[in-house]
């Protein structure tokens, strides 16, 4: 447990006044306008996975949502803060199948990532192959994913590190009639898929014995131990009368799993649902969040792994009078310090039930407090899965919540929730890149060191409720100036440190200790012209990748929407916007000439390609003209900014490196 300094006693003060403004900062739902009309149908009411990834790759975060017995729904981000519905084109559909949980990884170490959804009522699981260009191809059946069973969640992890992701599934009950709770006849082995190459597997979980036969709604690949390899928790349903959770130690270099949840205090016997995960007292080892009916345990890590101890009710995490689901650690406010987010919804019905979803803000000591109404997510409908992720590229998460309801009923429909937080609070993502392990980097441990501060976070690989979020690692960096050293200890021990990685960026960290920016633009061309991005010339509209360094050695990988008009009249053509100096070390002057009078605005995109300041539209009589950026009134970091002229109906750009 971290030792609570007078600096983390005066943050904790500094929280009470945070709370008293929290009616400012709050999280506003947008499911409507982003088109996430998009229901899971399931008569038991277990089913309600949603799973972010980005598809595509173009640094923006797709939704897919998984529909039960209703077709699932793919959302792929337009990047304006709107969605465009690709479920047909893209394959992924699936209406011949119930749909239940969902996690995404890449299988075949291609670059872009591939989905496994799970099923129930005795059907096989679907694997769907990522094929690079917006379509997803079922592989199931070739890759020997056959086993029929009613499967819950899934985690995919590289347990034998190998290179290749491996996926366990968690399988529940099986039961003549339904309620099924009160004619259960047993529950299904769990399965674990062992990668064998060129996207193919083997169900490994009996020789190994991690076929467990409790009830299982959800998983996480783990390194509890902080020893290079990835154990698992196994979270059961029905603990009381059929198994308890367990806790697996990998023993590797040994081919084999240890059954160490009683020796380390964790296989409690309760009706557990889910599963966050996260290092809440920055002592470098990670704690554990499991959700239930009724009281939650949070268990804290000992000693990098020797023991555990139940914290919930210590610190009001317990959430007793609810039916909890997914859970998630995240900071959601860029304090620095990890905050708990928690799906509820009923699943009997009693009197006692509280099913608010719930929101609780960690501190600097340690300590959580309760601010769902605060700030906005306090709903009643009946929650199952739960993700948190960046969906508009503000470096604020947004919050998703998947409910579920026995028809199509509008009152239960997958809420979305951005985040509106105001502050000034610094932050990074992290993506990697391996090369020797697994590309996507599971399991990997990444710590932020600042200031005597040690912000450890582990890639995750699924675990929540039938839910994940894929690839990317957000940090919340608070009032912390600058990145002293990024630590990265991928699965297998390789070990590397990092600097000079900026503030408030996208980054990608290679496995080989280098990294690059991601960034996004949009440009706009006239029709006849050819747009220069990277070594390729283009002339027709798309997205289109390209790598470029700058002049201070900064490698970037720039995602540019392109866009090709009509040409206007000739003499709009014929404006040209220079920025002096560039680099600067200062604000930028542009300088452009009219050659009418026009209506203009100016408009400033940081790296990540968000707008991040515009003029009014106004009008300015021809001639010679200059623009401080000064006007825009923003204060200017260290990073490559994009500069807008529109022209009446056209656009000129300039890029301004400022030191």
């Known amino acids: 447990m971290k030792t609570v300094e007078l600096k983390y006693k005066l943050l904790f003060l500094g929280l009470f006044v945070s709370l008293a403004n929290l009616h400012s900062q709050t999280f506003r739902n947008i499911s409507t306008k982003i088109g996430s009309s998009a229901f899971c149908i399931d008569p038991n009411e277990m089913s309600g996975g949603i799973v972010v990834l980005d598809y595509n790759n173009d640094n923006y975060q797709d939704i897919l949502i998984l529909g039960g017995n209703s077709p699932n729904v793919l959302l792929k981000n337009n990047w304006d803060g709107t969605y465009a519905n690709v479920s047909r084109e893209s394959g992924v559909t699936l209406d011949h199948i119930t749909s239940v949980g969902g996690v ?10 591939d989905v496994l959804i799970t099923t129930n009522n005795n059907q096989a699981n679907v694997l769907l192959q990522n094929n690079g260009d917006g379509t997803f191809s079922d592989i199931s059946a070739i890759a020997g994913i056959t086993h029929k069973s009613w499967s819950t969640s899934a985690s995919m992890t590289d347990y034998n590190l190998d290179g290749l992701l491996d996926m366990y599934i968690t399988n529940y009950v099986d039961y003549e009639d339904l309620p099924f709770d009160n004619n259960l006849q047993q529950c299904y082995p769990n399965f674990l898929y062992k990668n064998l190459g060129n996207n193919t597997f083997e169900n490994v979980a009996p020789s190994l014995a991690l076929d467990n036969t409790g009830c299982g709604l959800a998983s996480a690949f783990s390194d509890y131990d902080n020893d290079g390899d990835m154990d698992l928790f196994v979270i059961n349903d029905f603990g009381l009368n059929i198994e308890p959770n367990e806790l697996y130690r990998n023993e590797y270099p040994k081919q084999a799993f240890t059954r160490v949840g009683e020796a380390l205090n964790v296989n409690v016997r309760l009706n557990g649902m889910g599963i966050a995960i996260g290092d809440y007292d920055e002592d470098s080892d990670l704690d554990y969040y499991v959700t239930n009916i009724a009281e939650n345990p949070f268990f804290e890590n000992v000693d990098q792994g020797d023991f555990f101890h139940d914290k919930g009710i210590v610190y009001g995490l317990s959430n007793p009078d609810g039916t909890s689901w997914g859970a998630v650690f995240s900071d959601v406010n860029n304090d620095s310090f990890l905050d708990l987010i928690v799906a509820n919804g009923k699943v009997i019905e009693a009197d006692h039930q509280n099913n608010e979803n719930r929101l609780f803000l960690g501190s600097a000591d340690g300590s959580f407090t309760d601010v769902s109404t605060e700030l906005g997510i306090a709903d009643t409908r009946r929650s199952r899965g739960l993700v948190v992720s960046d969906l508009n590229n503000d470096g604020l998460n947004d919050l998703l919540f998947a409910s579920v309801s026995t028809f199509r009923d509008p009152e239960y429909n997958t809420i979305i929730y951005q985040n509106e937080f105001e502050n000034e609070n610094n932050w990074i993502k992290i993506k990697l890149e391996g090369q020797n392990a697994a590309i996507d980097g599971y399991g990997t441990h990444i710590t932020v060191k600042s200031q005597n501060r040690s912000l450890m976070k582990e890639v995750d690989g699924g675990s929540s409720y039938l839910s994940h979020c894929a690839a990317i690692t957000h940090f919340g960096l608070g009032q912390l100036t600058s990145i002293d050293l990024l630590s990265i200890k991928w699965p297998g021990g390789n070990e590397m440190e990092i600097k000079d990685v900026p503030l408030n960026s996208f980054v990608t960290i290679r496995e ?117 950026a000064d006007e825009l009134g923003i204060r200017f970091n260290s990073g490559l900014y994009l500069f807008r002229l529109k022209v009446e109906s056209v656009y000129f750009t300039s890029k301004v490196l400022i030191y």
């Not at 995404?104 to 990532?113: E, H, P, R, S, Y």
């Not at 002339?539 to 392109?562: A, M, N, W």
């Not at 300041?613 to 009008?619: L, V």
Request: glycine share 8%; aromatic share 8%.
């Open 512 to 628: 080989d200790g280098t990294f690059y920016l991601n960034q996004n633009q949009e440009i706009t061309a006239f029709e006849g012209d050819i747009v220069s991005l990277g070594n390729d010339d283009i002339d027709r509209d798309g997205t289109y990748t390209h790598f470029e360094t700058t002049d201070d050695g900064q490698e970037s990988r720039v995602v540019t929407k392109l866009t090709f008009k009509e040409k206007p009249l000739e003499e709009i053509t014929e404006v040209k916007l220079i920025a002096t100096p560039n680099p600067t070390l200062d604000t930028p002057v542009l300088e452009y000439q009219l050659p009418v009078e026009s209506e203009i605005q100016f408009q400033c995109y940081d790296m990540s390609g968000k707008l991040i300041a515009k003029t009014k539209t106004f009008s300015q009589i021809k001639g010679n003209h200059t623009f401080d």
């Open 104 to 113: 995404a990884g890449d299988i075949d170490n291609d670059g872009d990532l």
